[in-house]
């Protein structure tokens, strides 16, 4: 009984420790984020 709660507490606190507090809003138009989207992709689909 004991290790159920301890699972259930620790699957509860492990995505609230991975959640990013400072996360910044981005426009969509702005030319650099396009870039690095588009970079980022190209990089993914050509290890594909």
């Known amino acids: ?3 159920i709660t301890i699972l259930l507490l ?3 606190l ?3 420790l991975a959640q990013e507090e400072d996360a910044q809003e981005m426009d969509c138009n702005d030319e650099s984020l396009f ?3 588009d ?5 993914y ?3 594909l």
């Open 14 to 16: 492990l995505p609230s």
């Open 39 to 43: 970079t980022a992709l190209k990089k």
């Open 45 to 47: 689909n050509a290890g």
């Open 35 to 37: 870039q690095a989207v």
């Open 1 to 3: 009984m004991k290790l």
């Open 10 to 12: 620790c699957s509860r």
